[in-house]
T-cell receptor, first 111, second 117 residues
Framework: LAKTTQPISMDSYEGQEVNITCSHNNIATNDYITWYQQFPSQGPRFIIQGYKTKVTNEVASLFIPADRKSSTLSLPRVSLSDTAVYYC????????????FGDGTTLTVKP | NAGVTQTPKFQVLKTGQSMTLQCAQD?????MSWYRQDPGMGLRLIHY???????DQGEVPNGYNVSRSTTEDFPLRLLSAAPSQTSVYFCASSYSAPRGSGSYEQYFGPGTRLTVT
């Protein structure tokens, strides 16, 4: 299973763009990269998933370099409601049950 | 669609007691998992199932049993509760995606907060 490393915490201000990087040096060929968001007292919620290059949806973008040993979650113009813990997971669909969460990155957005 | 439901929301047990945490999903997902989350920590996988009748261990399986008799339900049993099992327990489910698609977004339940005294 690919181990991931993320910063423990980050601070930002409303309206800024936030980039959270995840390292996954032993990612396997078939592995996808998935990011989840968790608010206090709630279960994690899927944000975005990708395999290579760039993926964008209505809430975030995911940038993956050619070597795939890292990935960056980009949140445009954050608001106070984006304060949460963000987790990066690496795994393949047939091993979905074996995906492991690290300790995540606690993002605090200030007014 | 109710999604993933868990019961109870809160539970207090005494050391040595046993109980079952219930998890159900109505999305016809093949994959289901149980995680525990200790304060200030990430989620750790306890057990998982890739379909009815098939279960396997995750990172921290000791002290827990699971079974999967139907696609919808995946109960977690604590055999003899210990204070070290005080945690928040999350159940999750995901699709059985076509091989190679990589799509296995997990849907999480609201969690069960368990305290063992």
């Amino acid at each position: 299973l690919a181990k991931t490393t993320q910063p423990i915490s980050m601070d930002s201000y409303e309206g800024q763009e936030v980039n959270i990087t995840c390292s996954h040096n032993n990612i396997a060929t078939n592995d996808y990269i998935t990011w989840y968001q968790q608010f206090p007292s709630q279960g994690p919620r899927f944000i975005i998933q990708g395999y290579k290059t760039k993926v964008t949806n209505e809430v975030a973008s995911l940038f993956i370099p050619a070597d795939r040993k890292s990935s960056t979650l980009s949140l445009p113009r954050v608001s106070l409601s984006d304060t949460a813990v963000y987790y990066c997971l690496v795994g393949y669909n047939t091993n979905a049950g074996k995906s492991t969460f690290g300790d995540g990155t606690t993002l605090t957005v200030k007014p | 669609n109710a999604g993933v439901t868990q019961t109870p929301k809160f539970q207090v047990l005494k050391t040595g007691q046993s109980m079952t945490l219930q998890c159900a999903q109505d999305m016809n997902h093949e994959y289901m998992s149980w995680y525990r989350q200790d304060p200030g920590m990430g989620l750790r996988l306890i057990h998982y199932s890739v379909g009815a009748g098939i279960t396997d261990q995750g990172e921290v399986p000791n002290g827990y049993n699971v079974s999967r008799s139907t696609t919808e339900d995946f109960p977690l049993r604590l055999l003899s509760a210990a204070p070290s099992q005080t945690s928040v327990y999350f159940c999750a489910s995901s699709y059985s995606a076509p091989r190679g698609s990589g799509s296995y977004e997990q849907y999480f339940g609201p969690g069960t907060r368990l305290t063992v005294t």
